[in-house]
């Protein structure tokens, strides 16, 4: 290739970045991540002046230019990306285990670890799944259940529970509560979280003095009926910290055998959108302010390809394939058709600068070697 040709297109490549750079920029300025990801999980809407105002939410640090404007528009289109990127899930349980009960009449025949399952019946023998409560002169005593969720990022849609119906007992009574609200929170000491689990795993313990509540529903009136009762949220919840907490108030049956006041749960489910497991959120301090860090898996693939390496169970990871060029070119494209999601997550350890100079790197290397 002559001189003249290859210094065109060394200058042709880099004008075709910068002209990229400045698209990007740009689409940043008017909200692109943010535009999209609300289009993709209207939601999120609802959490907007948490994540704009509060910064409830920001993203792993990014090396300052100064401008704490320009600073401000690309930390929330990090952050929307990240949200857009790990919210997209359909929305399903997330329950990952039962925490606590504030109390439990019989453990563990009726733990709270019997409102995970779904089945009215269990076991050999097909006994009664479900948790109760020790029972109270008094109807007016709550009751509580906390929950950790799949993930310390949740949207929290609607909460279903399901009363008991003891039909082993005569009349064949049902024993829910006058109604329920819920709480969300996080663990005030993250690293005793394990801890606290197991610790409150016997089901006879507030857990009160060691979560932070971030956020407290409305009382939702609750009917004495055997049925999944949903409780849909007047909006969706963000729920930072992975607690959900139920409290049941008030109680309406009265066991005949002892004339004390019970309240017994067959089933709960927990709806909303958590974050995938690519995405961890952290806690900065109590307040709620987190930081969110994306850790993707290596792409697996069996191509006997020797300049990919191997795991230890025999795949492979595929070597660096195309240019940081080709690969954001390939990302603008799929951001202006709408293709898949349409949202640039950067790597969380580069920002726009890093970006521009390993590009003119490249450019400068791929010149040297056509020389």
Not at 24 to 43: A, H, Q, T, V, Y
Request: glycine content about 6%; aromatic content about 8%; proline content about 5%.
């Amino acid at each position: 290739m002559k001189l003249c040709e290859m210094t065109w297109h060394s200058e042709l490549r880099k004008k075709t970045l910068l002209l990229l750079k400045e698209t990007w920029m740009s689409m940043i300025s008017n909200g692109i991540s943010k535009n999209l990801c609300l289009r993709l999980l209207p939601e999120v809407s609802h959490a907007v002046s948490a994540i704009e105002e509060n910064n409830i939410i920001e993203p792993l640090e990014d090396k300052s230019t100064g401008d704490m404007e320009a600073e401000k528009l690309k930390k929330n289109n990090r952050v929307y990306a990240f949200l857009a990127k790990g919210l997209t899930a359909s929305p399903g349980n997330c329950i990952s285990e039962a925490i606590s009960a504030s109390s439990t009449d019989n453990y563990p025949e009726e733990s709270i670890l019997n409102t995970l399952e779904p089945r009215d019946r269990i076991g050999e023998n097909q006994r009664a799944s479900y948790w109760s409560s020790e029972g109270e002169n008094d109807p007016a005593v709550p009751e509580t259940l906390t929950y950790k969720l799949t993930s310390k990022l949740c949207f929290i849609h609607e909460i279903g529970i399901q009363p008991f119906q003891a039909f082993f007992q005569y009349g064949f009574p049902i024993y829910s509560a006058k109604a329920v609200r819920f709480r969300v929170g996080h663990f005030t000491d993250p690293d005793l979280e394990t801890d606290l689990v197991d610790e409150f795993e016997a089901g006879h313990r507030h857990i009160e003095d060691h979560v932070v509540w971030t956020y407290t529903s409305e009382d939702f009136p609750m009917v004495q009926e055997n049925c999944l009762q949903k409780f849909k949220l007047p909006k969706p919840v963000l729920a930072i910290g992975g607690v959900l907490q139920i409290e049941l108030a008030g109680r309406v049956q009265q066991q005949e055998m002892d004339g004390l006041y019970y309240v017994c749960v067959s089933h709960v489910q927990i709806l909303g959108r958590p974050l995938t497991e690519d995405f961890v959120a952290d806690f900065v301090d109590l307040s709620g302010k987190c930081v969110l860090k994306y850790n993707p898996k290596p792409e697996v693939t069996s191509d006997p390809d020797p300049s990919t390496g191997a795991l230890e169970d025999g795949s492979r990871v595929t070597a660096p394939g195309p240019s940081r060029l080709q690969s954001f070119t390939a990302s603008m494209a799929r951001i202006f058709s709408l293709g898949g999601h349409g949202v640039l997550v950067v790597d969380n350890d580069e920002d726009d600068e890093d970006y521009e100079d390993g590009e003119n790197d490249h450019l400068d290397n791929s010149d040297a070697e056509q020389a």
